[in-house]
Nanobody, 123 residues
Framework: QVQLVESGGGSVQAGGSLRLSCAFS????????MAWFRQAPGKEREFVAV????????GYADSVKGRFTISRDNAKNTVALQMNSLKPEDTAVYYC????????????????WGQGTQVTISS
């Protein structure tokens, strides 16, 4: 059974940076595409970023493109999301997700989810 544990959330002012990390365990990490999703109060969960099993392909939501960077370390079984130039609208609970096989931006295609980490951006 895959387990995902996020860390690194917090509160920063607009324009600041945060780095989220997700630790993967239970299966062979390099078999899984990894993604970040987020959910703001009263809104549906939305795609943020995805990375292929080997890091060779990445994808981003238009709202974060150029500000966020997803990366992974297959030796450490971790995936990270570097978030720069943060905006109040980035405030949400951020979730790490794992999918066996190819990348996808659709939440229903992900098999495993972390518990989420809160990110709050003040103006």
């Amino acid at each position: 059974q895959v387990q995902l544990v996020e860390s690194g959330g917090g509160s920063v002012q607009a324009g600041g940076s945060l780095r989220l990390s997700c630790a993967f365990s239970g299966r062979t990490f390099s078999n899984y595409a990894m993604a970040w999703f987020r959910q703001a109060p009263g809104k549906e969960r939305e795609f943020v970023a995805v990375i292929a099993w080997d890091g060779g392909s990445t994808g981003y939501a238009d709202s974060v493109k150029g500000r966020f960077t997803i990366s992974r370390d297959n030796a450490k079984n971790t995936v990270a999301l570097q978030m720069n130039s943060l905006k109040p609208e980035d405030t949400a609970v951020y979730y790490c997700a794992a999918r066996y096989g190819f990348i996808s931006s659709s939440s229903w295609e992900y098999d495993y989810w972390g518990q989420g980490t809160q990110v709050t951006i003040s103006s």
